[in-house]
């Protein structure tokens, strides 16, 4: 099953090592693993719309999920701004390598229909001794959900099959055998037809574990 929360997780191992933020890329619940140092790239609670296929059939859903992601770094202060314009040009650089990483990625692209949008947003603040600068992301992946996913059906190993014959044409009119395999079907003594509870043949097959 493709769900949203696996396509945050295939996002995190294509953008590790991929971009300037190195491997500081992490989902929600891995924040408290963080070292501390910059730049860091994390992603925030998804936002999830399902549009019904139809009617007709099984379930079937076109998901469009919404996944934010924050990327935040550090730059010395410099005099004329420059530091301001570093840390912008820094942001700049990692939101391509961002979107080429993720663009580019196979185990993601093989479970969505497309990415409908990528929306950026990048502030820098210059008061400090430190320039902080913030890029967020909201990106959008669109997959398709159906009646598999939601309705697995459960199974029981087939361990054995026994194949026993009683056959319509009968043998004994009148006699009654214990324990046969089909009680509910033998027919009662005197009897013109079968089955008359003996079995005339059988089969068994025991499976592969």
């Given at each position: 099953?493709?769900?949203?929360?696996?396509?945050?997780?295939?996002?995190?191992?294509?953008?590790?090592?991929?971009?300037?933020?190195?491997?500081?890329?992490?989902?929600?619940?891995?924040?408290?693993?963080?070292?501390?140092?910059?730049?860091?790239?994390?992603?925030?609670?998804?936002?999830?719309?399902?549009?019904?296929?139809?009617?007709?059939?099984?379930?079937?859903?076109?998901?469009?999920?919404?996944?934010?992601?924050?990327?935040?770094?550090?730059?010395?202060?410099?005099?004329?701004?420059?530091?301001?314009?570093?840390t912008q040009s820094a942001l700049e650089?990692?939101?391509?390598?961002?979107?080429?990483?993720?663009i580019n990625y196979p185990p993601l692209?093989?479970?969505?229909?497309?990415?409908?949008?990528?929306?950026?947003?990048?502030?820098?603040?210059?008061?400090?001794?430190?320039?902080?600068?913030?890029?967020?992301?909201?990106?959008?992946?669109e997959f398709y959900q159906g009646p598999?996913?939601?309705?697995?059906?459960?199974?029981?190993?087939?361990?054995?099959?026994?194949?026993?014959?009683?056959?319509?044409?009968?043998?004994?009119?009148?006699?009654?055998?214990?324990?046969?395999?089909?009680?509910?079907?033998?027919?009662?003594?005197?009897?013109?037809?079968?089955?008359?509870?003996?079995?005339?043949?059988?089969?068994?097959?025991?499976?592969?574990?």
């Open positions: 099953m493709t769900d949203t929360a696996q396509l945050r997780d295939i996002m995190v191992a294509a953008l590790k090592g991929a971009t300037d933020v190195g491997d500081n890329v992490f989902p929600i619940r891995d924040w408290a693993t963080w070292s501390g140092t910059y730049p860091l790239a994390y992603f925030e609670a998804f936002e999830e719309d399902k549009e019904s296929l139809g009617r007709q059939g099984g379930q079937q859903f076109t998901v469009t999920a919404t996944l934010p992601l924050m990327v935040r770094i550090e730059r010395p202060a410099a005099a004329n701004n420059v530091g301001t314009e570093s650089q990692i939101k391509g390598q961002i979107e080429r990483a993720l692209q093989q479970l969505i229909q497309h990415m409908p949008f990528i929306r950026s947003k990048i502030e820098v603040d210059g008061e400090g001794a430190k320039n902080l600068g913030e890029l967020s992301m909201q990106i959008g992946l598999e996913d939601f309705y697995p059906i459960p199974t029981v190993p087939l361990e054995r099959l026994t194949v026993d014959a009683d056959l319509r044409n009968v043998f004994d009119t009148t006699g009654t055998y214990p324990d046969p395999p089909f009680p509910g079907s033998v027919t009662p003594a005197p009897r013109s037809e079968g089955p008359d509870g003996r079995a005339e043949g059988g089969l068994d097959i025991t499976f592969p574990s």
